[in-house]
């Protein structure tokens, strides 16, 4: 069976991060399209103040509409938690919603049917509540890091780090470092709204990344298996899986992860 494979990276990554879990859930005849979100990547130079997270989450949400697809494995990494859990909270009708839906609509309305994702995977991912900001679940001290050079920045954007944090080393440190760019800072501090109980009616995996252990993600790693998180309304249809590798999986670790991305195809 062909499943259809949305790819979102993290901060400083492009759709470029993607090219080895593409190519090989290509090779096994899955439809795949790696995002790349404004401003970063091949888009580097689109770069600006006025790039916000909604444009990021319009990036994708665009892209699922434009190709028209369906049942979707949605797979997102690090920052783009944050832009996963908004496009499952648009997009990922359960059947009460969608009926409630039809019933408020006029004669004639139309509504998304139900299903546009199937399966939402956070890839050592930001797990937000609502109302929080990608920077909610880091230490002051890296947000006024982050934000001071962002200030200095005429695109009002913060520099990538050395990839060595990311656990990689020798031809993917060096592939990783030449590739990243400068990541919009005005998605950093803005808050997400959305609905738990929405989102936590798509099937979700957080895998975590546990060698070496991004210290930003730690939060998000501990409420991933903590029964209280969304009021309880996380743990039901979520799965916790463990890659004994570094922050960039796609990278360090392809073979694995496809793996993990074609259980959930397949669940």
Request: proline letters at 9%; charged letters at 20%; hydrophobic letters at 45%.
């Amino acid at each position: 069976m062909t499943h259809n494979f949305v790819l979102v990276h993290g901060a400083w990554h492009g759709g470029w991060c993607w090219r080895r879990v593409a190519q090989a859930l290509q090779l096994d005849h899955h439809k795949v399209h790696a995002v790349t979100l404004t401003g970063l990547g091949e888009r580097a130079h689109l770069l600006m103040p006025a790039i916000t997270l909604d444009t990021h989450i319009d990036d994708v949400i665009n892209l699922i509409e434009a190709e028209e697809l369906h049942e979707v494995i949605l797979a997102v990494h690090s920052y783009a938690g944050m832009i996963g859990t908004a496009v499952a909270d648009r997009l990922g009708f359960s059947a009460p919603t969608l009926a409630a839906s039809r019933a408020a609509l006029p004669p004639g309305g139309v509504v998304s049917p139900p299903g546009r994702i199937k399966h939402l995977v956070y890839v050592d991912a930001v797990l937000p509540k609502p109302g929080e900001s990608w920077s909610s679940t880091q230490s002051v001290a890296t947000q006024l890091q982050r934000m001071a050079a962002a200030q200095t920045s005429p695109s009002f954007s913060f520099p990538p780090p050395d990839p060595e944090v990311f656990g990689l080393h020798d031809a993917d440190h060096a592939w990783v470092k030449r590739r990243q760019t400068p990541h919009p800072g005005n998605t950093y501090q803005a808050p997400l709204d959305f609905d738990v109980q929405r989102v936590a009616a798509v099937p979700r995996t957080f895998v975590s990344c546990s060698k070496p252990a991004l210290a930003t993600i730690e939060p998000s790693r501990l409420r991933a298996r903590d029964p209280k998180f969304w009021d309880g309304a996380w743990l039901p249809k979520s799965r916790f899986v463990e890659l004994e590798t570094g922050h960039d999986p796609m990278i360090s670790e392809p073979a694995a992860l496809t793996k993990i991305l074609l259980d959930c195809a397949a669940a």
